[in-house]
């Protein structure tokens, strides 16, 4: 049994399937370069750790091999480094509950067979040193099936789990507001179909998360105060005119095991509660100062910050609703269990060692 309890975990996909997407909107930021094309020239090993006060970044390359702060700007200016391979950055999730453990995420170039054969050399060369418990692997919901992704699975996925095969395969179902619904059917019916194709490509029991990746990273910068662009200004107004969805709908399509998902099923209701808990608290206590400070001499700018605080309360009650409509907050309980998980065994496995 390894003596480490931090969680490794190999990020595969085709292009523009939405990986560094993903990884961005766990950190809450466009840390790691995207486009809507071939992007990420590198492998990102983005090291999350509750250790970590500040995000930092360097290179294997002898140029850039010390640590400076990492910006999207010094990130995309490694990923055009040509005598890099490796990318490591140094940072902390602050949305997952570490238990003390880390969580390193290996972000790697899109797989596609056109692409550069030296981004596939670089995911290929990393696999047998590294060492994984965990491959997440995104699925375009609007392009499966492709000879692409079925190459990705048989030549990488499959291939490792010869020799490896305690590692956890999640497939996350990424672009599922992207699925044209009269001619597939809704989430649940391409779940299902997911499911079947991948069974048939050789997997047993596949595990698979449905999730919309860009919008959770475009909603989780604004509540974090990034700069968005027009294009993601009008996506953020588009997503607040549609009907709300079910918080936990995306989840509960899910398909895992029945005692895992039940776990992350009651942690993400119950981190929901805690947040408008507290967000409501925060709100009463504000209110509760401006209605005291009313009926005294009161500054009119004390007035307008007091008003705008709640405006702003009221306004990340609403993203933290709409964050968890996207399936980012599942994907972190989902990590979260292995992160706890890994710390019981540790520490069962200690105890052992110090009773012989």
């Known amino acids: 049994m390894p003596r480490s309890n931090d969680l490794h975990v190999l990020n595969l996909a085709n292009v523009s399937a939405g990986k560094s997407t993903l990884i961005n909107a766990l950190l809450g930021s466009s840390m790691l370069p995207v486009a809507n094309e071939a992007t990420t020239a590198k492998v990102?090993?983005?090291?999350?750790?509750?250790?970590?006060?500040?995000?930092?970044?360097?290179?294997d390359s002898s140029l850039n091999s010390s640590w400076t702060e990492a910006t999207e700007y010094k990130l995309s200016e490694f990923n055009n480094d040509p005598t890099s391979?490796?990318?490591?950055?140094?940072?902390?999730?602050?949305?997952?509950?570490?238990?003390?453990?880390?969580?390193?995420?290996y972000d790697t170039p899109g797989q596609n067979m056109a692409v550069s054969n030296k981004h596939q050399n670089l995911t290929q060369n990393m696999l047998p040193k590294r060492f994984f418990t965990?491959?997440?692997?995104?699925?375009?919901?609007?392009?499966?099936?492709?000879?692409?992704?079925k190459h990705l699975l048989e030549s990488y996925v499959l291939r490792h789990?010869?020799?490896?095969?305690?590692?956890?395969?999640?497939?996350?179902?990424?672009?599922?507001?992207?699925?044209?619904?009269?001619?597939?059917?809704?989430i649940d019916e391409h779940i299902a179909k997911t499911y079947?194709?991948?069974?048939?490509?050789?997997?047993?029991?596949p595990s698979i998360m449905p999730i919309m990746a860009r919008d959770a990273s475009i909603l989780r910068r604004l509540k974090?105060?990034?700069?968005?662009?027009?294009?993601?200004?009008?996506?953020?107004?588009?997503?607040?005119?549609?009907?709300?969805?079910?918080?936990?709908?995306?989840?509960k399509s899910s398909i895992l095991t029945d005692d895992l998902k039940s776990e992350i099923l009651k942690k993400?209701?119950?981190?929901?509660?805690?947040?408008?808990?507290?967000?409501?608290?925060i709100s009463c206590c504000y209110s509760s100062l401006l209605c005291k400070q009313l009926g005294e001499t009161m500054q009119k700018k004390d007035a307008n910050f007091i008003d705008q605080y709640c405006i702003r309360i009221r306004f990340c009650k609403c993203l933290d609703t709409l964050i968890q409509e996207t399936g980012i907050?599942?994907?972190e309980r989902y990590l979260e269990h292995y992160l706890k998980e890994g710390t019981t065994l540790l520490n069962q496995f200690v105890a052992a060692e110090e009773t012989l």
């Open 196 to 205: 079947l194709y991948l069974k048939k490509t050789g997997f047993y029991s």
């Open 329 to 331: 907050c599942a994907l």
């Open 44 to 59: 990102f090993c983005v090291h999350s750790s509750d250790e970590h006060e500040s995000s930092l970044c360097r290179t």
């Open 268 to 281: 993400s209701n119950y981190t929901n509660r805690q947040s408008i808990k507290y967000l409501n608290y």
């Open 224 to 251: 974090f105060n990034y700069r968005l662009t027009k294009s993601e200004k009008r996506h953020v107004e588009m997503m607040q005119k549609i009907e709300p969805q079910e918080i936990n709908k995306l989840l």
């Open 161 to 186: 789990l010869e020799n490896n095969k305690n590692v956890q395969v999640l497939f996350i179902l990424n672009k599922v507001d992207e699925i044209d619904e009269d001619r597939e059917g809704g």
């Open 85 to 105: 391979g490796l990318v490591e950055v140094r940072t902390k999730i602050s949305s997952l509950q570490h238990y003390g453990s880390s969580i390193y995420l």
């Open 134 to 149: 965990h491959i997440f692997c995104l699925i375009d919901a609007t392009n499966r099936a492709t000879d692409d992704e």
